[in-house]
């Protein structure tokens, strides 16, 4: 799919299929498949046992955004002090920076923790700072609720909403649900760099005076070479999606 010639779109793509015994299962989405700078790799994970263990991460952010409806918080404990649970609804940012070890398990033992696990990738002054942690608890989330949808701003500003955490870059992070027949326009919202993932539904999206439908596993990245991209989002189904966008990290003005 193409639109304007200074539009790069890639998808929609599903994403790969990582299955670890009978307690972890995620898509994953990469480079490879079509996750845009400064977006390194998503993965939309349920874990129902510790699965990973203590490892390591520097250079970048590592995110852990819990959904609403897990049955489990998501326990994290890491090299920089951190040893609490991420509640369903809410966000954890580790800026790793020049390095840190972290796990994160299921808090509740026989329960599932339903989430995003992602990679942002730090911008180069960025990448040797000393490793520091972000949290936002879920009634902390402004929630943008009208004409048949509700939209959750996890980071970022949309309209006269902003999440209240200070980032180490601008970054936007929505959590969407649409009912049948919902739409809503996003143009002048959003960064040169954006990705979205459907998690249920089928939304459509309508880019200059192209239009993409994404099922649920599939994704679609937008990369335009300046902010402002005038899109918009319908949906025939009830529907939900995550959007993330950004500017790209280590590309020239």
């Known amino acids: 799919m193409h639109a304007a010639d200074d539009v ?38 349920r874990m129902r046992a510790p699965t990973f263990g203590p490892h390591p991460h520097a250079g ?20 920089i002090g951190n040893f609490g649970p991420i509640r369903p609804g809410a966000l954890h940012w580790m800026v790793a920076g020049s390095g840190a070890v972290h796990d994160e398990w299921p808090a509740l033992e026989g329960a599932e923790t339903h989430g995003m696990q992602i990679f942002v990738e730090l911008p180069q002054e960025l990448k040797s700072v000393s490793p520091y942690a972000i949290d936002l608890d879920a009634e902390d989330i402004p929630t943008l609720v009208q004409d048949g949808l509700r939209v959750r701003v996890v980071a970022g500003k949309l309209g006269k909403l902003s999440s209240p955490i ?58 335009t070479p300046r902010d402002g991209t005038p899109l918009a989002i319908t949906s025939d189904t009830v529907s939900h999606f995550v959007l993330m966008s950004g500017a790209p990290v280590g590309v020239a003005s």
């Open 166 to 223: 200070a980032l180490p870059q601008e970054f936007l992070l929505l959590d969407c649900f649409f009912d049948s027949g919902a739409t809503f326009d996003l143009s002048s919202q959003l960064h040169a760099s954006t990705w979205f993932y459907v998690l249920a539904g089928e939304p459509r999206i309508f880019l200059h005076d192209q239009e993409a439908r994404i099922s649920a596993g599939q994704a679609l990245a937008i990369q």
């Open 8 to 45: 790069k779109i890639v998808g929609p793509v599903k994403g790969n299929e990582l299955v670890i015994g009978d307690h972890f299962d995620a898509l994953n989405f990469n480079r490879k498949n079509g996750a845009p700078n400064p977006l390194l790799m998503v993965d939309h994970f």
């Open 60 to 79: 970048f952010s590592a995110i852990t955004y819990v959904f609403e409806d897990s049955t489990s918080a998501h326990q994290n404990r890491d090299s």
